[in-house]
């Protein structure tokens, strides 16, 4: 029997682990804009994750991150992102592989992603951005509220569960 190379499942996450990669990338070149700020849950037992010691044993299977307010040095790597933000007016340096994502959401817009990771999933690269426009001047993201377990549940997150056989 023929493998299948037609695995919807795989497509889409990759389609929508891109949207999160471009997200990223355009708030670390350009910030912001406007009410826009950005959860993202991710699995802390990923063992390429990197969090302070103290981090990982409040929140030893997933933690979500909130970018809005301080934020500082957001880079985007090809398989990971790496982020400073303040905790409790501490400032740590977070890496976390873009894999280990699980959710990310901007409630400002209502929009919110639901993510599943096999083991075999191929991170998309970061979008160059050369095409974009305007740059937005605003370089704000993260607040003092990171260490808060936040829901990123509503109805518009979207989820594979759906289409998926029972």
Do not use: C
Request: charged share 30%; net charge negative; aromatic share 8%.
């Amino acid at each position: 029997m023929a493998k299948d190379i037609l695995n919807y499942e795989k497509m889409v996450e990759r389609a929508l682990r891109s949207v999160v990669v471009e997200a990223l990338s355009q708030v670390a070149e350009f910030g912001l804009p406007g009410t826009h700020h950005l959860y993202i849950t991710f699995a802390t037992d990923n063992a390429d994750v990197e969090i302070p010691d103290h981090m990982r044993e409040k929140f030893p299977e997933e933690m979500t991150i909130v970018l809005q307010h301080q934020f500082w040095d957001l880079i985007v790597e090809e398989e990971r992102f790496l982020v400073t933000l303040s905790f409790n007016d501490v400032q740590e340096r977070l890496i976390v592989p873009l894999g280990a994502v699980k959710a990310f959401a901007d409630p400002s817009v209502n929009f919110g992603l639901q993510l599943k990771f096999d083991g075999e999933l191929e991170v998309p690269s970061p979008i160059s951005l050369d095409d974009v426009d305007e740059p937005k001047k605003s370089k704000t993201a993260t607040s003092d509220e990171p260490l808060e377990a936040t829901s990123t549940q509503n109805e518009n997150v979207v989820t594979l569960d759906a289409f998926r056989n029972k």
